[in-house]
């Protein structure tokens, strides 16, 4: 049972490249989201899926794309990675939009220099 | 405007003693609120929740407690254990409107339970 699984753990970019951040769940949830975490900030959310096809931003969205072609995936890109980039990234899924909890992967840590 | 708020980033405490984190927030919409507990290098993980209906909800030694007019939560740890040292995170939601399950985090606090 793999719950959330994010690819990579580690990540160190250059200014300007790109990369797409991977997650995939098996719980067949139909929200997903990506956070990102950074000190004293707790998490805040970057974009999050209510099914396949839909997508909408969240608190901070720049900088960002995501996409959902299927329930099991959504992966996150970054377009001109930038240090302000520099974060731990958390995908989560939960059963529905209902009252529920989410479930956390266990996070990327990128580096942009 | 951060719209969930823990003031202490960080707490200390003897084992078998209690832990009380404490949580704030602003938006009387949230109806629906929940802890998390994080251990480096992990994803958070689910630890309980509450709903607005009720003050009170209790999962072993974790109680959380709920005060809509103060708009605060606390979540209380008896007794605490070395194992439960952790990043604790609150978080908040509209549960019955179109949030779909997005989540807003406070900062976290930092438990430290010594032997």
């Known amino acids: 049972n793999a719950g959330v699984t994010q690819t990579p753990k580690f990540q160190v970019l250059k200014t300007g490249q790109s990369m797409t951040l991977q997650c995939a769940q098996d719980?067949?949830?139909?929200?997903m989201s990506w956070y990102r975490q950074d000190p004293g900030m707790g998490l805040r959310l970057i974009h999050y899926?209510?099914?396949?096809?839909?997508?909408d931003q969240g608190e901070v969205p720049n900088g960002y794309n995501v996409s959902r072609s299927t329930t099991e995936d959504f992966p996150l890109r970054l377009l001109s990675a930038a240090p302000s980039q520099t974060s731990v990234y958390f995908c989560?899924?939960?059963?529905?939009?209902?009252?529920?909890?989410?479930?956390f992967g266990q996070g990327t840590r990128l580096t942009v220099v | 405007d951060q719209q969930v708020k823990q003031n202490s980033p960080s707490l200390s405490v003897q084992e078998g003693r209690i832990s009380i984190l404490n949580c704030d927030y602003t938006?009387?919409?949230?109806?629906?609120f929940l802890w998390y507990k994080k251990y480096p290098a992990e994803g958070p993980t689910f630890l309980i929740s509450i709903s607005s209906i009720k003050d009170k909800n209790e999962d072993g030694r974790f109680t959380v407690f709920l005060n809509k007019s103060a708009k605060h939560l606390s979540l209380h740890i008896v007794p605490s254990q070395p194992g439960d040292s952790a990043v604790y995170f609150c978080?908040?939601?509209?549960?019955?409107?179109?949030?779909?399950?997005?989540?807003?985090f406070g900062q976290g606090t930092i438990l430290t339970v010594h032997p």
């Open positions: 899926s209510v099914g396949a096809g839909i997508t």
């Open positions: 719980m067949n949830h139909e929200y």
């Open positions: 978080a908040s939601t509209n549960a019955g409107g179109t949030s779909y399950g997005k989540l807003t």
């Open positions: 938006n009387s919409m949230f109806d629906y």
């Open positions: 989560a899924s939960s059963r529905d939009r209902g009252p529920t909890e989410a479930f």
